[in-house]
């Protein structure tokens, strides 16, 4: 069966505003001075997954900066969801789109993440298509590096191959179970990364999401797509499909992942060069470290300070600390009452 | 006897970098969204001295910035000094300026301090005015707001009128002896502001630095300012002139005088806006205090940070802590080593 790469590149994540801004989102960004996390993510898949099979599943309002910078991906590839409803309208749409297509197994993949060791990633996503070929969901698992509270974790039955049963999906954590999770040396991390045919998982939203189903037969009898969408079932892939499912395998994931969270979860993945991390014209520093560094195009001077994050754009400089990386969402909705619409 | 001024702008200072470069010194900047201090300076003047009779002596790189900010002063009143050759040069020539214009009092003022009572400035200038008119020359004595090491002090004998002799000046003081002088609530900052007649300076010029005197007879016969300037004498106007003079007086002021000589000084001229004080399009800040931010144009949105220097330029984003402030110097020169003539 031909491998389909479904990227979902829907997300608004305003973590890294001012950088990201609604018709900007993560995905779109440049933030190690190279290309766009969504442009890397289409160029990883390359070798496997050739341009004309992979899907981009995004919103109206990104559309236009997803297919500037993606100018391979055919027009038609480009599926705009009329309103974001979460993940499982999406996988059974883009399943309903593989099927239109002749058929084929899909890798589902956020649009937005960095992977270090990429010839290992298409390893993994080609041993997962084939336990997927044999017809069950597959999950990737990622390899935790960390005691996370911020992730799902998944509880791995026997391995057979490469692959083992799902026996649990565990919701984020508190920070002790988070602990034990990983002391135990078993549980993976959920990244939200999925392989199965389309006929599978059409099956799968047939017992599972009735609702979907009907709204997938009306699409399939000539509806269109923007009255069709408010009858999918708005919920996540996890709680309304895995869940509930009896099929679920995983294959661990060990390629130097990170969800590129956060401005400190970019620190961990660029280079440490003394004063910090990040991307400038130029960095001339004393006394500086560990800061992160957002300023293109500019010479950054940085004297005595630590552990700062410093965001330059056009219209906005942002500067906070590290630790309160996560509080910045407050201070965009403050900004959001001050200006609305005008610098979100 | 006409007034004329004497506005010093030929400064070049760094400790505004990376808002002051070479051809853009501290004179030419707006420090607070407003007119800049150069701007300011001559409009401060414009009730006691009318634009043509505003002398303004700058440098040759500096001489375009000043004639933009200053479309009323007339081209000829722009003096370019050749080379900087400390101020007994300048005060020396704008004399002899002054004496081809038909004689007159002359006001020596910096071109890039701030004054919060302009009228009391201009009132304590024409008080010291009055007192050069009978033939002595005039200083300013700023009247002390706190034990300064970074100025020269100035001791004031008995007072007669408005004005005292000059008993002895203080060069800039140890910690300990600027504590004594401030307590003991007589002595006086000076400032650099001179005031004396054109005839009353030029002689003391002759009894002080004879070399000076030949250099403005050659002047007088015809010689070209350029090849005359490096035969005056490159001392400072005090030591050359006042420290060696019999009849100086000082006249106290005291109209909310600062020589805005760093960023942590501008803080203290500027209004505290909560998150500290600066100039941006608009500010959003929680958490934040005490921090000085110049960053024009944009929303600047500060989360938890203090007492921080940010000053956002088109190419240079400066990064420090307000008690750094003075090593800013430091870091311009490895910018410069760095990046010769790029970014100065």
Known sequence: M???????????????????????????????????LIQRTVARLAPLVPPERVLVVTGPDMVDAVRAQLPGIPEENLLVEPAPRNTAPVVAWTALEVERRGGGTLLVLPSDHAVAD??????TLAEAAAVAATGGLVTLGIVPTRAETGFGWIEPGAYEGTSAPVVRFVEKPPQAVADALFAGGRHLWNAGMFVWRHDVVLDAVARHLPRTAEALAALRAGAGLAETWTRFDATSVDYGILEHHDAIRVVPADFGWSDVGSWPALAEVLPDRGWGSGVAEAVVAEGAGANLVHAPGKLVALLNVKELIVVDTPDVLLVTRREDAQSVKNLLDAVERAYPGRYS
Chains 1, 2 share one sequence.
């Open 2 to 36: 031909p491998l389909y790469a479904v990227v979902l590149a829907g997300g608004r994540g305003t973590r890294f505003w001012p950088l990201s801004r609604r018709v900007r989102p993560k995905q779109c960004l440049s933030l190690d001075g190279g290309p766009t």
């Open 118 to 123: 990429e010839a290992r990633f298409r390893d």
